[in-house]
């Protein structure tokens, strides 16, 4: 299986400013039959099932505000919030979906300094 | 838009069997570029996922739990099941069905999920 590893496991950030998540994987997610990175990064709130954000490392779901953005090639990713909103509160997965089974980071839990 | 509802007891007993049924509406199973999920979240932890079915004989479960896990397709009444053997308190979790698309040569990650339903393992 491929471990997926998030760091920090929690971070604290004031509204307005910068987030960053980082996601490692064991081995290579990039797909080189799509000529893409097989990572999606996910939200989830309390009693909510988890929301799809980005895809293919870097491709934002429809829907997504573009202060969401997600980065990286290879084992090592990144998804950035912009301009955290206190809507933006909630956990925060990485996804390779690149080889089954399809595994999770653990999550970062993102809260408002 | 497509929807999805998990549902099944809401209480097991341990060693016993436990199925899930997943409907979905607003889209077929039958679908030829979807395949569907389960994947399961224990309280206050992380996502695990279950397996995926695109037909009846085209399955892929978690080696974890492979020797347990049996996934099917009811066309008929847009549904698709997950049943788990022999439970035990571990399996306790809330159970989420979600779906995926593919096309030629690749996937794309799970973008629609059902609300997810909780399983307690109980005597």
């Known amino acids: 299986d491929i471990v997926m590893t998030q760091s920090p496991d929690s971070l604290a950030v004031s509204l307005g400013e910068r987030a960053t998540i980082n996601c490692k994987s064991s081995?290579?997610?990039?797909?080189?039959?799509?000529?893409?990175?097989?990572l999606a990064w996910y939200q989830q709130k309390p009693g909510q099932p988890p929301k799809l954000l980005i895809y293919w490392a870097s491709a934002r779901e429809s829907g997504v505000p573009d202060r969401f953005s997600g980065s990286g090639s290879g084992t090592d990713f990144t998804l950035t919030i912009s301009s955290l909103q206190a809507e933006d509160v909630a956990v925060y997965y990485c996804?390779?979906?690149?080889?089954?089974?399809?595994?999770f980071g653990q999550g970062t839990k993102v809260e408002i300094k | 838009q497509v929807q999805l509802q998990e549902s099944g007891p809401g209480l097991v007993k341990p060693s016993q069997t436990l199925t899930l049924t997943c409907t979905v509406s607003g889209g077929s199973v039958s679908s030829g570029s979807y395949y569907w999920s389960w994947i399961r979240q224990p309280a206050g932890k992380g996502l695990e996922w279950i397996g995926r079915?695109?037909?009846?004989?085209?399955?892929n479960y978690n080696p974890s739990l492979k020797s347990r896990v049996t996934m099917s397709l009811d066309t008929s009444k847009s549904q698709f099941s997950l049943t788990l053997s022999s439970v035990t308190a571990a399996d306790t979790a809330v159970y989420y069905c979600?779906?995926?698309?593919?096309?030629?040569?690749?996937?794309?990650?799970?973008?629609?999920w059902g609300q997810g339903t909780l399983v307690t393992v109980s005597s």
């Open positions: 979600a779906r995926f698309s593919c096309s030629v040569g690749s996937c794309l990650p799970d973008q629609d």
């Open positions: 996804q390779q979906y690149y080889s089954a089974p399809r595994t």
């Open positions: 079915i695109y037909t009846s004989e085209n399955t």
């Open positions: 081995q290579s997610v990039f797909h080189s039959s799509s000529n893409e990175n097989n």
